[in-house]
């Protein structure tokens, strides 16, 4: 069973720094896109970044030049580093990846989510 653990949210001050992480675990015969969402209450969830292969990146306009999407293929892993936080970056993010499964089935998987919380 393919599932995705999200860690690294907490409290940060506005201006701080956080790394979120999302590995993928089960039986995976390969990863496709990977990204990070956020929903805030009361919002639809928005995109924040995706990351299709190793190198191109897709960044939505209220975080460029603020967050940084990475992966590891090979820890099957996603990064999203942000800095320069501010409270309306308070939101549960989650990670989002396009997997094919060791039955050879292509589906969408989405990580429980983590709280991120920019506050004084």
């Known amino acids: 069973q393919v599932q995705l653990v999200e860690s690294g949210g907490g409290l940060v001050q506005p201006g701080g720094s956080l790394r979120l992480s999302c590995v993928a675990s089960?039986?995976?015969?390969?990863?496709?896109?990977m990204g990070w969402y956020r929903q805030a209450p009361g919002k639809q969830r928005e995109l924040v970044a995706t990351?299709?292969?190793?190198?191109?990146?897709i960044y939505a306009d209220s975080v460029k030049g603020r967050f940084t999407i990475s992966r590891d293929s090979a820890k099957k892993t996603v990064y999203l580093q942000m800095t320069s936080l501010k409270p309306e970056d308070t939101a549960v993010y989650y990670c989002?990846?396009?997997?094919?499964?060791?039955?050879?089935?292509?589906?969408?998987?989405w990580g429980q989510g983590t709280q991120v919380t920019v506050s004084s």
């Open positions: 089960g039986t995976i015969v390969s990863i496709n896109n």
């Open positions: 990351i299709p292969s190793g190198t191109s990146t």
């Open positions: 989002n990846a396009d997997i094919i499964d060791g039955r050879g089935i292509f589906r969408g998987y």
